[in-house]
């Protein structure tokens, strides 16, 4: 195989796996239940084959999902705070956070049982989400859009609570007023 065909070959099935992690993610956030892998690729319009060719194993798709959604919600940060006012920011950050807890839902036995095996470091996912909330919370304190008085564990806990009370996709409209009034509460007094 030459050179270039190899590069096609792999940028090929770069956007193939893409692909079936972003139609994996939907499918897990739409699920009442965890899906089957079978469904999974049905969704996609591909063999099973092909599926478990890019994750061999339910684990590996929901590890790959899981990961793909911590990097969405980091780097949304700071690329929302580049774009927009920082408590605009805060509230785009809180949709995408509801999104990341919409599709948790749909594979939690599979992503529970790997953080109990120690398959996926959940003190440092949290760390990181953390850390994303704060730099927008500093860049808000600093242009008087956000509190100075509240941390990233206060958001944190506010929005679990959110999306617990008012589950997405279901009770968008609802997750949607309480964002709102969070975000009145987050602005100076």
Known sequence: MTEARSRAARSDAARNREHLLAVATRVFASAGAEPSMRAIAREAGVGIGTLYRHFPTRESLVDAIYQDQVVRLTAGAHELLARLAPAAAMRRWMDLFGDWIATKNGMLDTLL?????????????????????????????????????????????????????????????????????????????
């Open 113 to 189: 049982a790997m953080i109990d095996a120690g398959e996926i470091a959940h003190a440092s996912t949290r760390g990181e989400l953390l850390a994303a909330v704060t730099a927008i919370l500093d860049a808000g304190r600093a242009a008087g859009d956000l509190r100075s008085d509240v941390t990233a564990e206060d958001i944190a806990s506010a929005l679990i609570g959110i999306f617990t009370v008012a589950p997405r996709p279901a009770q968008d409209a609802r997750a949607g007023r309480l964002l709102d009034l969070l975000m009145d509460g987050l602005r100076p007094r």
